[in-house]
Protein backbone atom coordinates (compact mmCIF):
# COMPACT_ATOMS: atom_id res chain seq x y z
CA UNK A 1 0.00 0.00 0.00
CA UNK A 2 1.38 3.40 -1.22
CA UNK A 3 1.36 6.07 2.34
CA UNK A 4 -0.89 8.92 1.75
CA UNK A 5 0.73 12.29 1.96
CA UNK A 6 3.72 11.72 -0.40
CA UNK A 7 4.95 13.42 -3.57
CA UNK A 8 4.18 12.00 -6.65
CA UNK A 9 7.77 11.28 -7.49
CA UNK A 10 7.86 9.05 -3.64
CA UNK A 11 4.94 7.61 -4.68
CA UNK A 12 6.00 6.03 -8.42
CA UNK A 13 9.27 4.88 -6.39
CA UNK A 14 7.40 2.80 -3.67
CA UNK A 15 4.85 1.26 -7.02
CA UNK A 16 8.13 0.50 -8.65
CA UNK A 17 9.38 -1.38 -5.72
CA UNK A 18 5.78 -3.11 -5.22
CA UNK A 19 5.46 -3.84 -8.98
CA UNK A 20 9.21 -5.89 -8.42
CA UNK A 21 7.61 -8.02 -5.50
CA UNK A 22 4.22 -8.71 -7.16
CA UNK A 23 5.65 -9.19 -10.49
CA UNK A 24 7.86 -12.33 -8.91
CA UNK A 25 5.31 -13.25 -6.72
CA UNK A 26 1.63 -13.11 -7.78
CA UNK A 27 1.93 -12.64 -11.34
CA UNK A 28 1.71 -10.27 -13.91
CA UNK A 29 -1.60 -9.28 -14.31
CA UNK A 30 -1.58 -8.80 -10.23
CA UNK A 31 1.67 -6.69 -10.93
CA UNK A 32 0.38 -4.53 -14.06
CA UNK A 33 -2.65 -3.77 -11.69
CA UNK A 34 -0.89 -2.49 -9.01
CA UNK A 35 1.67 -0.16 -10.72
CA UNK A 36 -1.99 1.07 -12.79
CA UNK A 37 -3.36 1.56 -9.38
CA UNK A 38 -0.69 3.31 -7.32
CA UNK A 39 0.60 5.83 -10.51
CA UNK A 40 -3.38 6.50 -10.97
CA UNK A 41 -3.41 7.60 -7.20
CA UNK A 42 -0.21 9.29 -7.60
CA UNK A 43 -1.03 11.39 -10.81
CA UNK A 44 -4.75 11.91 -10.62
CA UNK A 45 -5.00 11.06 -14.22
CA UNK A 46 -7.96 8.62 -15.49
CA UNK A 47 -6.42 4.96 -16.71
CA UNK A 48 -8.45 3.33 -19.61
CA UNK A 49 -7.02 -0.43 -19.78
CA UNK A 50 -8.36 -2.22 -23.19
CA UNK A 51 -6.97 -5.13 -22.52
CA UNK A 52 -5.33 -7.32 -19.28
CA UNK A 53 -4.23 -10.69 -19.47
CA UNK A 54 -6.27 -13.68 -17.59
CA UNK A 55 -5.19 -14.21 -14.54
CA UNK A 56 -4.10 -17.16 -15.31
CA UNK A 57 -1.37 -16.57 -18.02
CA UNK A 58 1.88 -17.50 -17.06
CA UNK A 59 5.08 -15.77 -17.98
CA UNK A 60 8.44 -15.96 -16.60
CA UNK A 61 9.39 -13.37 -13.74
CA UNK A 62 12.12 -11.84 -15.94
CA UNK A 63 9.17 -10.90 -18.63
CA UNK A 64 6.76 -9.80 -15.73
CA UNK A 65 9.55 -7.38 -14.31
CA UNK A 66 10.09 -6.21 -17.87
CA UNK A 67 6.53 -5.65 -18.61
CA UNK A 68 6.25 -3.70 -15.53
CA UNK A 69 9.58 -1.71 -15.60
CA UNK A 70 8.23 -0.75 -18.85
CA UNK A 71 4.58 0.50 -17.89
CA UNK A 72 6.30 2.39 -15.07
CA UNK A 73 8.82 4.28 -17.45
CA UNK A 74 5.78 4.89 -19.75
CA UNK A 75 3.82 6.59 -17.05
CA UNK A 76 6.35 8.36 -15.55
CA UNK A 77 7.79 9.97 -18.68
CA UNK A 78 4.05 10.97 -19.54
CA UNK A 79 4.30 15.04 -19.95
CA UNK A 80 1.17 16.31 -18.23
CA UNK A 81 -1.12 13.87 -19.75
CA UNK A 82 -4.94 14.25 -19.20
CA UNK A 83 -5.85 10.46 -20.10
CA UNK A 84 -3.40 7.61 -20.25
CA UNK A 85 -4.67 4.10 -22.49
CA UNK A 86 -3.42 0.68 -21.57
CA UNK A 87 -3.39 -2.49 -23.53
CA UNK A 88 -1.00 -5.93 -22.76
CA UNK A 89 -1.78 -9.28 -24.37
CA UNK A 90 -0.04 -12.66 -23.75
CA UNK A 91 0.16 -15.00 -26.18
CA UNK A 92 2.98 -16.11 -27.93
CA UNK A 93 4.55 -12.67 -27.59
CA UNK A 94 3.96 -10.03 -24.34
CA UNK A 95 2.57 -7.05 -25.80
CA UNK A 96 2.10 -3.78 -24.29
CA UNK A 97 1.36 -0.45 -25.61
CA UNK A 98 0.64 2.33 -23.22
CA UNK A 99 -0.29 5.71 -24.79
CA UNK A 100 -0.69 9.40 -23.12
CA UNK A 101 -2.64 12.68 -24.54
CA UNK A 102 0.02 14.84 -23.01
CA UNK A 103 2.41 17.40 -24.38
CA UNK A 104 4.68 14.93 -26.11
CA UNK A 105 8.11 14.53 -27.28
CA UNK A 106 10.28 16.00 -29.90
CA UNK A 107 13.05 13.46 -31.12
CA UNK A 108 15.88 14.56 -29.65
CA UNK A 109 13.85 15.05 -25.66
CA UNK A 110 12.63 11.11 -26.06
CA UNK A 111 13.76 8.46 -23.03
CA UNK A 112 16.86 6.77 -23.54
CA UNK A 113 16.25 3.74 -21.35
CA UNK A 114 19.21 1.93 -22.47
CA UNK A 115 19.55 -0.13 -19.94
CA UNK A 116 15.91 -1.52 -20.48
CA UNK A 117 16.18 -1.61 -24.46
CA UNK A 118 19.53 -3.74 -23.94
CA UNK A 119 17.76 -6.06 -21.05
CA UNK A 120 14.60 -6.59 -23.87
CA UNK A 121 16.58 -6.86 -26.82
CA UNK A 122 18.45 -9.85 -24.86
CA UNK A 123 15.12 -11.86 -24.73
CA UNK A 124 14.27 -11.35 -27.98
CA UNK A 125 12.13 -8.34 -27.78
CA UNK A 126 11.33 -4.75 -28.93
CA UNK A 127 11.02 -1.53 -26.78
CA UNK A 128 9.74 1.49 -28.65
CA UNK A 129 9.08 5.50 -27.73
CA UNK A 130 6.60 7.58 -30.60
CA UNK A 131 5.83 11.19 -29.60
CA UNK A 132 5.18 14.41 -31.60
CA UNK A 133 5.25 17.75 -29.21
CA UNK A 134 1.73 18.40 -28.32
CA UNK A 135 0.42 14.99 -29.64
CA UNK A 136 0.74 12.89 -26.60
CA UNK A 137 3.29 9.84 -26.23
CA UNK A 138 3.51 6.12 -27.01
CA UNK A 139 5.67 3.22 -25.69
CA UNK A 140 5.50 -0.03 -26.78
CA UNK A 141 7.30 -3.39 -25.75
CA UNK A 142 6.62 -6.64 -27.19
CA UNK A 143 8.52 -9.84 -25.35
CA UNK A 144 8.55 -13.45 -26.75
CA UNK A 145 6.71 -15.62 -24.29
CA UNK A 146 9.06 -18.97 -23.99
CA UNK A 147 6.19 -20.05 -25.85
CA UNK A 148 6.46 -17.84 -29.03
CA UNK A 149 10.88 -18.64 -28.38
CA UNK A 150 10.31 -22.11 -28.83
CA UNK A 151 7.94 -21.12 -31.91
CA UNK A 152 10.38 -19.53 -33.51
CA UNK A 153 13.46 -22.29 -33.15
Known sequence: MIPRGQGPLRKLSLVRQESRSKAAGFG??????????????????????????????????????????????????ARDPGHVSIALTVGGTVRLTVSDDGRGYSPHELPKADGLRRRVGSLGGVLTFASEPGNGSTVSLELPTDKGRAKGR
Do not use: Y
Open 28 to 77: LRAAVESVIAGWGEAAAVPVEIWALPDPSSVVTDEVAQLVCETLVLALSA
